[in-house]
């Protein structure tokens, strides 16, 4: 995560909970092997809250697009791990275009009413729901953040732009 970046941002000043590396942020182009793959530990799996979810947002406008919930990331990191800990886990992709990723995988649209530019800088939220112990939030010393992995070639079309 680049944190300087983050930090630098206006993000910091409108919701400092973003600035305690609970986020990551970066630019996703069009090209098919540019995608983010943003993995970590799944923390309704091994008990930690009620319901968890991992959003995409874009940065000039601060709006969610979309994600998934812990439903959705059950299961998705033994596709690159075969390990008995692969089902605490999971291993999401987030790219502008899904066919040929699997069923783990949320496409960021460009266009249109729910999309994120192109130049825009996205940032990735994973936010866990209550502790089933303590029927409160966990404290952030409790929680593993996540992490992405970017995928990208150089795109000079986007460099140049």
């Known amino acids: 995560m680049n944190t300087d970046l983050l930090k630098s941002s206006m993000i910091c000043e409108k919701f400092p909970i973003l600035c305690n590396k609970e986020a990551s942020t ?3 182009s069009d090209a098919q092997t540019d995608f983010m793959i943003v993995a ?13 979810s991992l959003s995409v947002l874009g940065e000039l406008h601060l709006n969610s697009v979309g994600g998934a919930s812990d439903a959705n990331l059950t299961g998705s990191a033994e596709v690159y791990l075969n390990d008995p800990v692969s089902k605490y886990l999971y291993a999401y992709i987030f790219a502008r275009n899904c066919s040929g990723r699997g069923q783990y995988c949320f496409e960021v649209n460009q ?18 729901y209550i502790n089933p112990v303590t029927h409160i939030g966990n404290d952030k010393s409790e929680i593993i953040p996540p992490k992405v992995i970017h995928f990208a070639p150089i795109n000079k079309k986007v460099l140049a732009e």
């Open 26 to 28: 970066s630019i996703l």
């Open 40 to 52: 970590g530990v799944d923390h309704k799996t091994v008990g930690r809250v009620e319901y968890s």
């Open 111 to 128: 266009d249109g009413d729910v999309s994120i530019p192109i130049k825009d800088q996205l940032i990735y939220v994973e936010r866990g």
